[in-house]
């Protein structure tokens, strides 16, 4: 498919495949069916702007593959999206759901805008608009959107009504990570960040450390980065710097979390807060820290800033954070990195109880989905852990490794190979 291949995480993530396959000499034509995606939907998102004037704006759905089960993944709204970088994150989830052992299959969304430059109303309005365009490809059974950068709870609620008023019946299962009083699961807020904070837990552990003992720095404030940070602090792990688009925070001697995130909702900025000096994003790639979670974009850790890092350990909250090159080179520096399809899946295992619980009109207390989500994530590091150790490899070519094979046993039943 035309332009499909072009962007750098596309590129990494399927030469990432393609290592793991020879390793466990994965059916070549697997491969051959991983590689592509099933269905890549682009559609143009007229939208009235405030002003009266009309813009419009690309969209994508990216179907990858779904042998395991319905697609699943995120929607995007960010100013650099692509068709090419939504379909390296639908392989992503494909790899990801596989792993995690989820009946599910893989996906991803976006539209190209910056969810900064746009009105709440426009921001209804395009997502009303994008949920139409695609609307004959999702669905509680076909297709299951969820957050992802730049949206929210907010704009799945709206992808909800928008179905629903389409369909003509309400569909609560077509959508994941919306608010609770529509349908959606507690816990799924903080459901990334936590599950970053149990797969932490787990490293350290192999490592015979306590998250009590650490002190970890998180790049990104957002969904992920800031729930991530909330439950470390909550269970004793020492953040000492954070990080949004702007800038950095840091205080060698542990932020005082919960009192961030209060200024932080307020103010929607970490400046003006006075438990931290301000720092830039580079200055916290480097600091002298034990555990490092970038929970931002792709490729904020590159060929130019790997070099500087100085953690032991990184943790993938955001997808793809770690370009090729700068793994080749933490690799050398002995850094431990546990990859994205392992780390940051706390939120589509918890997108995937939501859905569950939706399309079975049952619903469970936080306390519940938390523990259940720690079943799952130190379940699936465990099953990393002992490929890695037993095969000598680093945990990102493990993790990829078991991921494969589900799904090749998974082809192989159902006659595709
Ligand atoms: P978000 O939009 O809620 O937050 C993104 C955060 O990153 C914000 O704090 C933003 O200011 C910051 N940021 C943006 N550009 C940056 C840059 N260049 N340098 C430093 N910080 C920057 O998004 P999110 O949902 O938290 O997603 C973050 C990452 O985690 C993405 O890679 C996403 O695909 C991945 N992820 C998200 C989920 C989820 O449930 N939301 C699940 C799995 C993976």
Redesign the pocket.
Known sequence: MEGIAESALFKNTIRNMEHSAQIVKLNPSAIERLKSPRRAIVVSVPVRMDDGTVRVFEGYRVQHNHVLGPFKG?I?Y?QSVTLSEVAA?ASLMTF?NSLLNLPLGGAKGGVCVD?TQISTREAEKLTRRYTSEIAPWIGPDRDIP???????SQTMAWMLDQYSLESGFSQTGVVT?KPVEIGGSAG?DA???LGVVYIIEKVLEKLSQKINSVTLAI????????HAAIEAHRIGGKVVAV????N?LYNPEGINVPELVEHYTANMSLNGYHGGKLIS?EELLSLPVDVLAP????G?INSNNADHVKAKIIVE?????VTANANDILKGKKCLIIP?ILA?????VV?YFEWVQDISWLFWDETQVREKLRMVMYRSFDKVWEFSQKNHLDMRTAAMAVSLVRLESAMKLRGQL
């Open positions: 995120g995007r960010h994150l990801k969810p969820a957050p992802d950068v730049g949206t929210s990570g799924r459901a990334t960040g790049q990104g404030f957002g969904k992920v980065g800031m990080s949004d688009v702007s950095g994003n929970c931002a974009l792709d904020t909250g955001a997808n793809g954070p994205d940051n899946g706390g939120g589509v997108s």
